[in-house]
Antibody
Framework: QVQLVQSGAEVKKPGASVKLSCKASGYTFTSYDLNWVRQAAGQGLEWVGWMNPNNGNTGYAQKFRGRVTMTRNASISTAYMDLSSLRSEDTAVYYC???????????WGQGTLVSVSS | DIVMTQSPDSLAVSLGERATINCKSTQSVLLSSNKKNYLAWYQQKPGQPPKLLIYWASTRESGVPDRFSGSGSGTYFTLTITSLQAEDVAVYYCQQYYNTPRTFGQGTKVEIK
């Protein structure tokens, strides 16, 4: 069965960077785009971007361009999301999500809490 | 960007009664070439990731109870829970996957009256 297991919680200071991981199993890692979605406490869902694990192509939401980088290590079926120049507004749970059918996200990681505070 | 707006922001429904959530998009998410609406509904309970309920606006995800149904086309969509159960207390989100950026509605909180 498809599983997405994310790395543990992070605490960062403003201006720092964070690198989150999402380890996939139960399917061929390079077959489907991997997406990242975030959610601030008590708030809604916000799409950050996507990555094609096969060729490394990426697409980012406008508000994150220049600060986010999505990469992968296909040999260990793991996707990464780097977010730099962190500010307090980046405090959120970050999810990786998958759509094997190419439509909506029917597989989600458990989420990683990123806390940004001085 | 396509803006998704849900209504209401919250609703309280008695057990066994119907709950209806609406979702409007600022542009059509219907692709004319395949006649599919690129619209999904998710359920999220506290401390959990979202769970996909409905995709293509009206196709129920495997394992989702048939009391959940989706309807609508173009720019106006509805999620209906026909007989609310206690375990349906959650926040519900619509999402368009017609183009990027993928965008979500602000969420509708469903509670028991």
């Amino acid at each position: 069965q498809v599983q997405l297991v994310q790395s543990g919680a992070e605490v960062k200071k403003p201006g720092a960077s964070v690198k989150l991981s999402c380890k996939a199993s139960g399917y061929t890692f390079t077959s489907y785009d991997l997406n990242w979605v975030r959610q601030a406490a008590g708030q809604g869902l916000e799409w950050v971007g996507w990555m094609n694990p096969n060729n490394g192509n990426t697409g980012y939401a406008q508000k994150f361009r220049g600060r986010v980088t999505m990469t992968r290590n296909a040999s260990i079926s793991t996707a990464y999301m780097d977010l730099s120049s962190l500010r307090s507004e980046d405090t959120a749970v970050y999810y990786c999500a998958l759509s094997p059918r190419g439509d909506a996200y029917n597989h989600w990681g458990q989420g990683t809490l990123v806390s940004v505070s001085s | 960007d396509i803006v998704m707006t849900q209504s209401p922001d919250s609703l309280a429904v008695s057990l066994g009664e119907r709950a209806t959530i609406n979702c409007k998009s600022t542009q059509s998410v219907l692709l004319s070439s395949n006649k599919k609406n690129y619209l999904a509904w998710y359920q999220q309970k506290p401390g959990q990731p979202p769970k996909l309920l409905i995709y293509w606006a009206s196709t129920r995800e495997s394992g989702v109870p048939d009391r959940f149904s989706g309807s609508g086309s173009g720019t106006y969509f509805t999620l209906t829970i026909t007989s609310l159960q206690a375990e349906d207390v959650a926040v519900y989100y619509c999402q368009q996957y017609y183009n990027t950026p993928r965008t979500f509605g602000q969420g509708t909180k469903v509670e028991i009256k």
